[in-house]
Nanobody, 127 residues
Framework: QVRLVESGGGLVQAGGSLRLSCAAS????????MGWFRQAPGKERDFVAV????????LYADSVKGRFTISRDNAKNTVYLQLTSLKPEDTAVYYC????????????????????WGQGTQVTVSS
């Protein structure tokens, strides 16, 4: 069983920055690719970014590329998402999740590959 707890969300003006954290329990954290997704009101949950278990490979949604940065600290069982140059359209609940496939696998944006999810943290960007 893996438990994920997100934090770091809040209200920020357009152009501002936030750093989200996702703390994971359990021994499997370092063996899993980790992803961030977001869900705006009335919309589907969308892929944001993913990082490989070693941190050597990342993938971003086009909408956040160049503005968001995903990273991880396996010693702290934590994955981060640095949000910069925020826009009102970035407003959403942000979730972290574990890739269900252990081992060395390619990073993926496929939401159906992810099994454990956190409760989410709200990010609100005002114009």
């Amino acid at each position: 069983q893996v438990r994920l707890v997100e934090s770091g969300g809040g209200l920020v003006q357009a152009g501002g920055s936030l750093r989200l954290s996702c703390a994971a329990s359990g021994r499997t954290f370092s063996t899993r690719n980790m992803g961030w997704f977001r869900q705006a009101p009335g919309k589907e949950r969308d892929f944001v970014a993913v990082i490989s278990r070693s941190g050597g490979s990342t993938l971003y949604a086009d909408s956040v590329k160049g503005r968001f940065t995903i990273s991880r600290d396996n010693a702290k069982n934590t994955v981060y998402l640095q949000l910069t140059s925020l826009k009102p359209e970035d407003t959403a609940v942000y979730y972290c999740a574990t890739d269900s496939r252990g081992g060395i696998v390619r990073v993926t944006a496929d939401i159906f590959r992810y099994d454990y999810w956190g409760q989410g943290t709200q990010v609100t960007v005002s114009s």
